[in-house]
């Protein structure tokens, strides 16, 4: 398995190759950028390897701790993290609960100093934003999913590697 600083240099030599796919994909130069961003936040912070210990992980500095459970109940390279697709849903839904836990907090801290917002305030505006917004949750989704890939692919590439090397095949005379 490359080790954190490789799958790091993966990632930044990749970014060219998302900017021209999502310049062609998209035709627009903001929503590629917010793809590019995605890419860079997928291979550097919300890749697969925050089920372990690693680079990844520590990037998370003082809020580190959030990935404990995710660690202590994945299974490291389990296809729940590392999985296409489902390790970056999984992880996107981890970090979903989350952000529900501390909107709730806030939302009760506001009440109690007198500013009343209820969840269905929340509701309406988040659904009709999402419609409204929907071409930059793509872009970002895609670019967090192309970074985690990049991942994948680099781990299943040198284990592959490792493997052949380690058992060759005999040779025909």
């Not at 796919?21 to 950028?33: A, D, N, P, V």
């Not at 890749?47 to 003082?62: E, T």
């Not at 009343?116 to 505006?125: A, E, N, S």
Request: some cysteine; overall charge positive; charged content about 15%.
């Amino acid at each position: 398995m490359p080790s954190g600083r490789t799958h790091d240099r993966i990632t930044w030599i990749c970014l060219p190759l998302v900017a021209l796919f999502g310049s062609f994909l998209t035709q627009h130069l903001g929503l590629t950028l917010l793809m590019m961003g995605g890419f860079l936040f997928g291979g550097l912070m919300f890749g697969p390897d925050l089920d372990v210990r690693s680079l990844q992980s520590k990037r998370w500095g003082y809020l580190g701790w959030i990935w404990w459970p995710y660690r202590r109940y994945l299974r490291h390279r389990s296809w729940l993290s590392h999985g296409p697709l489902a390790g970056t849903l999984v992880r996107l839904l981890y970090l979903g609960l989350w952000v529900a836990i501390s909107t709730f907090l806030a939302l009760e801290v506001a009440a109690t100093i007198g500013y009343v917002l209820t969840w269905q305030d929340l509701g309406d505006d988040l659904s009709q934003n999402l419609w409204t917004y929907r071409g930059i949750g793509f872009a970002l989704a895609i670019g967090i999913e192309l970074g985690a890939m990049s991942h994948v692919i680099a781990d299943w590439l040198v284990s592959s590697w490792k493997r052949a090397r380690k058992h060759p095949r005999k040779r025909r005379k």
